[in-house]
Every structure is written in C-alpha cells, then in structure tokens.
C-alpha cells in the first residue's frame, strides 16, 4: 500500500507565505512525476505545479513566479512554497505522484487526502 500524506496548510493573509509538504510512504520501486493540484468550492480540481524525476518543473500562469515547487528524492517527498499569496489562491490542495511500486511493475497515480489553504485577511 502506498500513502500520500500532505502537510502545512492553514490560514494565511494576503501577501503571506505558506509550505506544503507531501510525503509518500509504503512500498515503492521509484517515484516519476510529482506534482500539486487545488480545487476550490465549485470549480474544477486544477494543476498547480508538476515536476519530473529529473527536476523539471511547470506551473500555468495563474502562480508562476509565486510557487515554487520542489521534491527530495531521498525522502520521497515533494514541497510547495507558495508565496505571495491571493484570496483566490483558497482551495483543498492535494498532492499527487506516478509511481512504480517494484520494479517491472506498472506505473500508477496516487493522490494525497488534500490539505486546506485559506488566503484571508
């Protein structure tokens, strides 16, 4: 079984800094693609920040130049430094990863449970 487990979220104003963390746990070979979606209250779950095993990174215009995302491999847990933050950056975070749990085996997406961001003053 593989967990995700995601941390950091809160209540934070306007202009205000935040991190994510998300830790996968359990059996795994190698962990591919990481990555940070949100899905605020009536809308769509939507990407937020992607990176690759090898540290390539992607963002949609809505937050680059304010999240950064990272990963540490050795830990098998990837960040989100979010900075600069908006009113309609509010949403239920959730992390994700593509994993391969020994090897030879297929790969496969996990989803972390979300965690809460709210940007109000």
């Known amino acids: 079984q593989v967990q995700l487990v995601e941390s950091g979220g809160g209540l934070v104003q306007p202009g205000g800094s935040l991190r994510l963390s998300c830790a996968a746990s359990g059996r795994i070979f190698s962990i591919n693609t990481m990555g940070w979606y949100r899905q605020a209250p009536g809308k769509e779950r939507e990407l937020v920040a992607i990176?690759?095993?090898?540290?390539?990174?992607n963002y949609p215009d809505s937050v680059k130049g304010r999240f950064t995302i990272s990963r540490e491999n050795a830990k098998n847990t990837v960040f989100l430094q979010m900075n600069s933050l908006k009113p309609e950056d509010t949403a239920v975070y959730y992390c994700?990863?593509?994993?391969?749990?020994?090897?030879?085996?297929?790969?496969?997406?996990?989803w972390g449970q979300g965690t809460q961001v709210t940007v109000s003053s």
């Open positions: 990176i690759t095993s090898n540290g390539s990174t």
């Open positions: 994700t990863a593509v994993i391969r749990r020994i090897f030879g085996s297929p790969l496969y997406d996990y």
